[in-house]
């Protein structure tokens, strides 16, 4: 999907920013909270609403016309929601991804996701993975890694389940599994070239996968529905519950395997 207004090279530096200052704040708050013998389910709860202040505080100063869709925000109903549907510019943020994976120091996988929408479409966006001290963004695109000829590919599935999606793929392709926790640092291996195919069906949200997206996008990567339709975002309803992230070599083959 093509955007009609394109993002500004403010606009990626923002995002690129954003995600890892969000980091640096989740990072020192968890070490703190660790130290005061805080439980899991504290420590993910304040990193939730620590991660949402700080980035909407950001936004409302730096990019106040835009509105701002995140997990953690209050429900848009109403005015709200028509507000959100006739913006020009809408950014989609994930605070905390992965927030059982942040509650288990020493986890690092967990991420902090920044996406600004236009026309449905993700024109700008990052990804930090704060535990490792690591942002990827739109601008510059990251630089895929070459992959060995003749190697098995590698599907990313989640430590506790394996969504239908990608046992199918894993059995048509003899594929090797790799295990991950949140939708961002999966979608960053493949980017990264530590796994090669992250299909999810069984229910996300907008939230899960727009700045993940817009980073494989930037790369070169396929991203698309498990159908092979476009990911359509900013929408009145933002369950978008399915999605493909692969490298373009294996992206005919899966969405073959997925529709046959």
């Not at 690129?16 to 200052?21: F, I, K, M, S, Y």
């Not at 969504?163 to 793929?169: D, F, G, I, K, T």
Request: hydrophobic residues 45%; charged residues 25%.
């Amino acid at each position: 999907m093509v955007a009609l207004v394109k993002a500004t090279a403010d606009d990626h530096a923002l995002a690129a920013r954003l995600a890892g200052e969000t980091g640096q704040v989740l990072v020192q708050l968890r070490e703190q909270l660790i130290e005061q013998g805080a439980a899991p389910a504290a420590i993910k709860d304040a990193g939730d609403l620590a991660a949402h202040r700080f980035i909407m505080e950001t936004l409302n100063a730096e990019r106040p016309d835009d509105a701002v869709l995140s997990e953690e925000g209050v429900e848009q109903v109403g005015p709200a929601l028509q507000q959100r549907l006739a913006a020009e510019r809408t950014w989609i943020v994930d605070p905390l991804d992965g927030t059982r994976e942040f509650g288990e120091y020493p986890r690092v996988d967990w991420a902090v996701h920044i996406a600004l929408v236009v026309d449905g479409s993700p024109v700008a966006g990052a990804v930090s993975l704060p535990a490792e001290e690591l942002t990827l963004g739109t601008d510059p695109a990251p630089v895929l890694p070459e992959v060995e000829d003749g190697a098995k590919p590698r599907v990313i599935v989640s430590r506790t389940r394996r969504p239908p999606a990608a046992q199918r793929l894993a059995g048509e392709l003899d594929a090797e599994y790799i295990e991950m926790g949140s939708a961002g640092a999966k979608a960053m291996a493949v980017v990264r070239g530590t796994a090669d195919i992250y299909a999810h069906s069984g229910g996300q949200f907008e939230w899960d996968s727009c700045a993940p997206v817009a980073v494989a996008e930037a790369a070169g990567l396929h991203c698309s529905r498990l159908d092979g339709s476009p990911l359509v975002y900013n929408n009145a309803d933002p369950y978008l519950p399915d999605l493909l992230i692969c490298r373009r070599e294996w992206a005919e083959r899966c969405l073959a395997i997925l529709n046959h």
